[in-house]
């Protein structure tokens, strides 16, 4: 199956600063969902970018399906930023959306 | 909309009793979706179902069984609960495997 890989695993960002968090994945895709998953557990879906790029707020996210990659922007970072974020593509061979292990971000004042 | 909504959000049992999660969407999609997430890990898939009536094995099937009798609901059993399941879980839906998942606010299980 596919395999995907988040990096860096974790990461500590002054309140105001921005970041890139990477995901690689290990096959051809045509779609890739980023998360973020709250310090409350719950899942919020934050882009369905199969390519190119996109824009929500602060948020921003390019995927290059070519060379097996996709980035996701933080731009001055809030502390309702914290959390994890995810990275999941559809593994056809096996029905399911393979996940990456995911990006601790916290976000300190 | 209420989108994808699960039932219990928590529940503790112990070791040999069962128990049934509901999930239930409002998107009239055709997949749904139940995944376990674990400390450190991503979502690992259990079942899923491409259509009412449907239902298929994922990447961890064991210990568990589930039943999609309407198009709305999808239920996640475990018969005779084990340690090992203690996990939160979450279920999913979508129009097709390529499209959008969206996923409910998990259950929390924990198995004495």
């Known amino acids: 199956g596919i395999q995907v890989e988040q990096s860096p695993p974790d990461l500590i960002l002054q309140e105001g600063a921005n970041s890139t968090l990477r995901c690689n994945f290990s096959d051809s895709v045509n779609n890739l969902q980023w998360f973020h998953q709250n310090p409350w557990g719950q899942l919020i879906n934050l882009f369905y970018i199969p390519s190119g790029t996109k824009q929500n707020g602060r948020l921003s996210a390019t995927t290059v399906a070519t060379e097996r990659y996709s980035l996701l922007y933080i731009s001055s970072s809030q502390t309702t930023d914290s959390g994890v974020y995810f990275c999941?593509?559809?593994?056809?061979?096996?029905?399911?959306?393979?996940f990456g292990k995911g990006n601790q971000v916290v976000v300190i004042p | 909309n209420a989108g994808v909504t699960q039932t219990p959000k928590f529940r503790v049992l112990k070791t040999g009793q069962s128990m049934t999660l509901l999930c239930a969407q409002d998107m009239n999609h055709e997949y749904m979706y139940w995944y376990r997430q674990d400390p450190g890990m991503g979502l690992r898939l259990i079942h899923y179902s491409v259509g009412e009536g449907t239902t298929a094995k994922g990447e961890v099937p064991d210990g568990y069984n589930v039943s999609r009798l309407k198009k709305q609901n999808f239920l996640l059993g475990l018969e005779s609960a084990a340690p090992s399941q203690t996990s939160v879980y979450f279920c999913a839906s979508s129009y097709s495997l390529g499209n959008e998942q969206f996923f409910g606010p998990g259950t929390r299980l924990t198995v004495l």
């Open positions: 999941a593509v559809v593994d056809y061979g096996n029905n399911r959306l393979a």
